[in-house]
């Protein structure tokens, strides 16, 4: 007679069980990729890429996570720089390890190539670093791509005003890395010269793995240029310094940010310092609190960091921990890690005082940027430190 009673007593337990089971999902940590390249010459932005992200997801973990208690976890993948690579690598990332959010890395080639395939599978890109125009404005209804970097078309217009206002340059030359990202700004200087009803005495281009640019160079000091306008990563860029050094051409060098992505002053050597870029962030000059608090975390956590000197290059770290932050509003606006939900919670993000800059409706349908040309500094190498230019 009571075996109905055990029945229930069985019952119950098996139904105590399932409830308790349940928060065990809501457990689970919420994985963020990151395809950069992690090896070669360009490393250091790799590594950057990562301590930034790092730090923030630290911060979220910390406060409790995200949905209820869920912690954020980092899965990177390295590309090495080669856009098949970054395809496969987003393949898994997203078919296996099931990431909510998918950052890029440094080179707008490999971001190009993985875009599609997130707006093809729902999946929210965020690019911390390549700016290429295309990335964010590549036609697809609804846009899975956002970005927290610089953004060609808005650099080479500054580009263009640093040279006229630093050097009075009148003749502007344009020595260009011979991929996608310098295809890109190539159309954005040229648009931003005839703007001003102007055009370059020339453009040169160099492949990525040329040892020397001499003869192209060359052909731009016949031309008469009197600054040239430079896109290419590390390795390339110093060429053409090295270049320039075996020519004896004291010409002003003002570049797009790829030279900060690496072992630029050790490659280019002495006259490394003679290149002018443009970057997103400095940690020298008046810290902020959330500067303050970034720069203490990251010395918390990484031995070689003993101030701002050792956070380099600071473009990285700055984009990544913001982009990562954002990422982070998106999740918890959306309520869930669904693709599509994402999408519409990056939309949803009123305020966020950030490390670059406070943020106030950084994104819309029609705006995937959150930075604009107000949030550019121009550096250069100083004892192998990235600081702002002296004007």
């Known amino acids: 007679m009571f075996r109905p009673q055990r029945r229930a007593l069985i019952a119950a337990a098996a139904a105590a069980c399932v409830m308790t089971a349940l928060p065990a999902h809501a457990a689970d940590t919420i994985k963020i990729g990151l395809i950069t390249a992690l090896s070669g010459?360009?490393?250091?932005?790799?590594e950057s890429l990562t301590r930034g992200m790092t730090i923030a997801i630290d911060e979220i973990n910390a406060k409790g996570g995200l949905l209820g208690g869920r912690k954020l976890e980092l899965v990177r993948r390295d590309d090495e720089g080669n856009p098949a690579k970054g395809v496969l690598a987003a393949r898994e990332l997203i078919y296996k390890e099931k990431v909510a959010v998918l950052f890029g890395g440094l080179d707008t080639p490999v971001s190009m190539a993985i875009v599609p395939i997130a707006n093809q599978e729902k999946v929210p890109f965020m690019g911390?670093?390549?700016?290429?125009?295309?990335i964010t404005h590549n036609g697809a209804n609804p846009n899975f791509a956002f970005r927290v970097s610089a953004v060609d078309e808005v650099v080479d217009k500054a580009m263009l005003q640093y040279a006229?206002?630093?050097?009075?340059?009148t003749r502007?030359?344009?020595?260009?890395?011979n991929n996608p990202w310098g295809e890109s700004n190539e159309k954005g200087i040229v648009a931003a010269m005839a703007a001003k009803g102007g055009k370059p005495v020339g453009v040169e281009k160099f492949e990525a793995n040329d040892v020397d640019v001499v003869p192209q160079l060359g052909r731009l000091k016949a031309a008469g240029a009197d600054v040239l306008l430079m896109v290419g990563n590390v390795g390339p860029s110093a060429q053409v310094v090295k270049s320039l050094d075996r020519m004896g051409w004291k010409v002003p060098v003002v570049s797009h940010w790829?030279?900060?992505?690496?072992?630029?002053?050790?490659?280019?050597?002495p006259n490394a310092k003679n290149v002018h870029f443009v970057q997103t962030y400095s940690f020298f000059g008046s810290p902020s609190p959330v500067s303050t608090r970034v720069v203490n975390d990251l010395k918390a956590k990484y031995s070689d960091v003993k101030g701002p000197d050792d956070i380099t290059p600071a473009v990285g770290v700055a984009n990544a921990y913001d982009a990562t932050q954002l990422a982070a509003l998106a999740i918890a606006k959306a309520g869930s890690t669904k693709g599509d939900a994402v999408r519409e919670g990056f939309y949803k993000i009123d305020r966020y005082e950030g490390l670059i800059k406070t943020y106030v409706k950084?994104?819309?349908?029609?705006?995937?940027?959150?930075l604009t040309e107000n949030d550019y500094v121009w550096a250069q190498f100083i004892d192998n430190r990235i600081v702002p230019v002296k004007q």
């Open 41 to 46: 010459q360009s490393a250091r932005a790799g």
């Open 128 to 134: 911390p670093w390549a700016a290429g125009t295309p």
């Open 164 to 169: 006229q206002k630093a050097f009075n340059a």
């Open 172 to 177: 502007p030359g344009l020595i260009l890395v």
């Open 258 to 269: 790829g030279p900060a992505g690496g072992r630029f002053t050790e490659l280019a050597g």
């Open 362 to 370: 950084p994104f819309s349908p029609q705006q995937h940027d959150a």
